[in-house]
């Protein structure tokens, strides 16, 4: 499959990330070797990524299915009382790991001054749903129940994810809710996959640079593994939305994500939960993962920054 780097509406400074992407379809036949290329590539970049300032420790946990569970903390120059940001990687459901999004997360404990769990989820189709979920969820659990070990504020806690993390993140806050568990702050869903379903962006971006729509098919088949879609198992598929944590979602425009990122923020709307929708124009799924020295992936990143503080603050 090869891929359009000369879409129109992309962004020229972005012509040449995308030309040296690799291309990921996520079919059985080919997921061990796209496993073991995102892996490369996500070790190098966590490799070069810029940690000043911030202390990153390994912390393991007893998992849902008796085996430890991994999580990366990262923690900015306060020790105690900070907020708490649980983070779930991207990886269209069936890759990645902790260094998937290394450099961001590190990112974020020194520019808001918190402290983030980064969670090493299960991965389908090996482990369908929801066994990433119940990951994420034991993680939520943990964090809060040793907030003090941790430092942090367990009045002050936001949920993050990207693609099939923001679906993860998404599906933790009904879960929280349902529980009536603790107040969450935000959840911050970026580029999310969130609907199971054929979208007119999905049909449309079926050669994009990044994720696109045949592997985002690929990826929800695996993590379903032939189950029916539902409201506990794909946020878009969940009838009530009111109650649920403020929440802030950033996609692209080229995006076969995009109008399901753009669907669930109106429905959130309409729902009575405060919600902003930034889509990034001219710029593709993983565009600041490909591009992240850009101007507009650092804008992206510092936005996301802010609303967290601005989150934190009440």
């Known amino acids: 499959m090869s891929i359009r780097t000369e879409i129109a509406g992309i962004d020229p400074a972005l012509h040449a990330a995308a030309a040296a992407l690799n291309v990921y379809g996520f079919r059985a036949e080919s997921l061990k070797c796209e496993r073991s290329l995102a892996d490369a590539v996500s070790a190098q970049c966590a490799a070069a990524a810029d940690t000043a300032g911030v202390k990153i420790n390994s912390w393991l946990i007893?998992?849902?299915?008796?085996?430890?569970?991994?999580?990366?903390?990262?923690?900015?120059?306060?020790?105690?009382?900070?907020?708490?940001?649980l983070y779930a990687h991207g990886g269209g459901f069936v890759t990645g790991n902790l260094d998937t999004d290394h450099a961001h997360c590190a990112e974020l404990a020194r520019a808001v001054g918190c402290v983030v769990v980064s969670v090493d989820?299960?991965?389908?189709?090996?482990?369908?749903?929801?066994?990433?979920l119940d990951d994420v969820e034991t993680a939520f659990e943990q964090s809060i129940g040793n907030a003090d070990g941790l430092g942090v504020d367990a009045g002050r806690v936001a949920l993050m994810g990207r693609d099939a993390g923001a679906a993860l993140m998404a599906l933790l806050a009904h879960r929280i809710f349902d529980a009536e568990g603790p107040r969450i702050a935000l959840q911050l869903l970026h580029q999310p996959m969130?609907?199971?379903?054929?979208?007119?962006?999905?049909?449309?971006?079926?050669?994009?640079?990044?994720?696109?729509?045949?592997?985002?098919?690929?990826?929800?088949?695996?993590?379903?593994?032939r189950g029916v879609a539902a409201g506990n198992t794909v946020p878009a598929y969940r009838i009530n939305l009111e109650g649920l944590p403020p929440a802030f979602i950033s996609c692209a425009e080229i995006d076969p994500c995009r109008d399901e990122a753009i669907a669930y923020a109106d429905r959130l709307l309409h729902a009575y939960v405060q919600t902003e929708l930034h889509v990034v124009a001219g710029t593709f799924h993983g565009f600041d993962s490909a591009a992240p020295d850009w101007i507009v992936s650092r804008e992206v990143r510092a936005v996301h920054a802010r609303v967290l503080s601005r989150a934190f603050a009440y």
Request: aromatic residues 8%; proline residues 10%.
């Open 62 to 85: 007893p998992g849902p299915n008796g085996a430890q569970l991994e999580l990366r903390v990262y923690r900015g120059t306060a020790e105690s009382g900070v907020p708490l940001v």
């Open 121 to 132: 989820y299960r991965l389908a189709p090996e482990h369908h749903c929801p066994a990433a």
């Open 194 to 225: 969130l609907d199971s379903d054929m979208t007119a962006s999905r049909r449309e971006f079926r050669r994009t640079p990044g994720l696109n729509g045949p592997a985002v098919e690929q990826g929800w088949a695996h993590y379903l593994a």
